[in-house]
């Protein structure tokens, strides 16, 4: 029996990594035991560690028998059945959102629900602002200033790339350095470039820069992680159009809000949901440097979305 790591899930064969370092095609076994739990349209995903048999050891094929328990995970909704999840990637150390303000333009929504979904499955997130050529000298400058002061304040960390200057290259490597990371995003954000960019060696494939609309173009069509050079490991992801919500009641969404949370033991009621009770402090703070308008406004959407879904 050998033990890997699943690098690349196609959903009919895997590509796992043994502990030699050696690579392998794996196939699950039928009767894989599977986390009921979760009911998931994929039962094993990247970066889960597994036990195989090497079914044909000179052609390096496998048959996956059993998963390790997953020390994190973290789900979206199953694009082709709104009540399933796919798990996306696990034993995470951070989720990175790559993010840009124009082509394509990545909402303040959009990057509040994938921050908040990091929050639920509790791996730390980061915020990266890839194409800053395309922002630098332009009127875009302070917009991307204002959203960073966002999200800075709100207690997280972001950081600004480029893949045509270099600019935050660095700063990135040095973010990623020894970790496992998702990177998550939009479709043509540039999260298979900013890779490749990384680490030469890495030739994850990218979207050309002429025949890139920006619309329904995806290319990258699986999740695949990359071990870098400089130590780590790095997940690229097909883009998303929507980071649907799951697994969160409307009462428990001010929890995955850190610097909502920070205040809410000065609210009156101590189920306080700082919507419209008295006494609330987190409504008294809107607007300040520990909450701003937007943050604020995109947590009502939110609960307002879950409510709409329980209907
Ligand atoms: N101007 C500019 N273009 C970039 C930058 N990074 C990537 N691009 C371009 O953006 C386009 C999309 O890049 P990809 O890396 O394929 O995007 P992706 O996020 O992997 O897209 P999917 O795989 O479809 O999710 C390509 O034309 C890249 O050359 C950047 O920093 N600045
Ligand atoms: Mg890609
Ligand atoms: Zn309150």
């Not at 030739?203 to 699986?222: P, Y």
């Not at 998303?240 to 009621?269: A, S």
């Amino acid at each position: 029996m050998l033990t890997g790591c699943v690098y690349k899930s196609t959903g009919s064969y895997y590509n796992v990594r043994d502990e030699q370092g050696a690579w392998w095609i794996c196939r699950i076994r039928g009767k894989l035991r599977i986390d009921k739990d979760i009911r998931s349209t994929n039962p094993i995903a990247v970066g889960d560690f597994v036990r195989f048999e090497a079914e044909d050891p000179e052609e390096k094929k496998g048959v996956i028998v059993d998963i390790a328990q997953r020390e994190n995970y973290i789900v979206r909704v199953s694009p082709h059945n709104k009540n399933q999840k796919h798990i996306i990637a696990s034993n995470l150390d951070q989720a990175v959102l790559i993010a840009t303000l124009t082509e394509p333009k990545t909402s303040l929504g959009f990057i509040d629900r994938f921050l908040l979904t990091a929050e639920l499955y509790h791996i730390p997130a980061v915020v990266v602002f890839n194409k800053y050529d395309l922002i630098r000298g332009s009127a875009w400058e302070e917009e991307l200033a204002h959203v960073r002061g966002l999200y800075e304040r709100a207690g997280y960390t972001t950081l600004v790339t480029s893949t045509v200057s270099s600019e935050g290259l660095d700063a990135f490597r040095e973010l990623l350095k020894d970790k496992k990371s998702l990177l998550s995003g939009h479709s043509g954000v540039g999260k298979s470039t900013l890779i490749n960019a990384l680490d030469p060696r890495i030739q994850a494939r990218t979207g050309e820069v002429s025949d890139w609309t920006g619309k329904g173009q995806h290319t990258t069509t699986f999740a695949e992680m990359f071990d870098m050079a400089f130590g780590g490991s790095i997940i690229d992801t097909p883009g998303i159009k929507e980071f649907g919500l799951i697994d969160v009641l409307k009462q428990e969404v001010k929890e995955y809000f850190p610097e909502m949370r920070r205040l809410q033991q000065d609210c009156r009621f101590n189920d306080c949901q700082h919507i419209n009770e008295p006494g609330c402090a987190v409504k008294e703070t809107i607007g300040t440097e520990a909450l701003s308008e937007e943050r604020y406004i995109s947590y009502l959407g939110i609960v307002d979305t879950i409510r709409e879904q329980e209907y």
